[in-house]
């Protein structure tokens, strides 16, 4: 049972509590600028290769335009795993904080915005009664480009995760999404995410996953 709950946790952890850490196109708030975007998302094939588990994650960002270019990201989000063995159950929780900074702005001299992001995530897990604590180092690049009402975007995501002081598990994540804008303010996000996961002391493995979620420019 101990093995089994160490394998958890360093799955478990790995888990995505939002959707693309860029919030989610590559365009900046603008400077004293505030956005809420809340999603749902599935992971299918969680925690190895054709396993048949799923983990379901209900999360949102509040961002905040630090600068012009540069913006501020609070996050939070609640996880589930199904399809587990009889009688054993995990779930999770995270929040933290992220920077992006847009280097460069789609316009006349550039046909798309390009943005980093850096930030840090603390997580908590329980899984079969037993809790675990953890933390997660975030970076991502993404870019984006305005066909309105789409703003389609890519991302690539790198995590490295540990808990309870033992090595970190890694994960690297392609994004390919969408914004469908109903307003200057409002849009409705979709994406897909490939993900590749190294849990610490475990077996490399792939996982899809999908997102929907809801945006808005409050000021």
Known sequence: MKVLLTVFLSLMLLA??????????????????????????????????????????I????GYGVL???????TLGSANAGGLPAGI???????????????VQEGK???????????????????????ANGNQAVVALGLSKIFAPFVPYLGATYRGTAYNNAASSTQFDITAG????????????VE???????????????SGQIAAGVGYKIM
């Open 68 to 74: 012009d270019q540069l913006d501020l990201l609070v």
């Open 89 to 103: 159950s995990a779930s999770g929780t995270a929040y933290g904080a992220l920077l992006k900074y847009t280097v």
């Open 192 to 206: 897909y995410t490939s993900q590749s996961i190294t849990p610490n002391g475990g077996t490399g493995y792939t």
């Open 109 to 131: 001299d550039f046909p798309v915005s390009v943005a980093v992001g850096a930030g840090y995530k603390f997580l908590a897990m329980t899984f079969a009664g037993t809790s």
């Open 178 to 189: 969408s914004a469908i804008a109903w307003s200057q303010q409002g849009a409705v996000y």
């Open 16 to 57: 995505s509590v939002a959707s693309a850490e860029l919030l989610v196109t590559a365009l900046p708030l603008g400077q004293g600028s505030l956005g809420v975007l809340g999603a749902g998302i599935q992971d299918s094939n969680w925690a190895a290769n054709n396993s048949g588990w799923t983990l379901t994650t």
């Open 59 to 62: 999360g949102g960002y509040v």
